[in-house]
Nanobody, 115 residues
């Protein structure tokens, strides 16, 4: 059973920062495009950012210039550094590994931006 473990969510004030982490197995990590999605209450799940096995990244317009996605191949982990957080960033954030073997999702971690 493929497992993706997310961590790092929490409550932060507007303008603050959080760093999310997602770790999985070496086999999945090395063969997958790693993604962060988020889902706010009453809204559809949306792609936030992705990183390829070669380190190429892409971001949604809503987080570009505020969020940075990176990967540590030695730790089979991706990191989403989120700066200048806004109330509209409040959502459950999900990690996804996508590749030839299919898509695998984590359980999600809650991020709440509120004063």
């Amino acid at each position: 059973q493929v497992q993706l473990m997310e961590s790092g969510g929490g409550l932060v004030q507007p303008g603050g920062s959080l760093r999310l982490s997602c770790v999985t197995s070496r086999t999945i990590f090395s063969r997958s495009v790693m993604n962060w999605y988020r889902q706010a209450p009453g809204k559809q799940r949306e792609l936030v950012a992705l990183i390829t096995s070669g380190g190429l990244t892409d971001y949604s317009d809503s987080v570009k210039d505020r969020f940075t996605l990176s990967r540590d191949n030695a730790k089979n982990t991706i990191y989403l550094q989120m700066n200048n957080l806004k109330p509209e960033d409040t959502a459950v954030y999900y990690c996804k590994a996508g590749g030839a073997n299919g898509d695998f999702w984590g359980q999600g971690t809650q991020v709440t931006v509120s004063s």
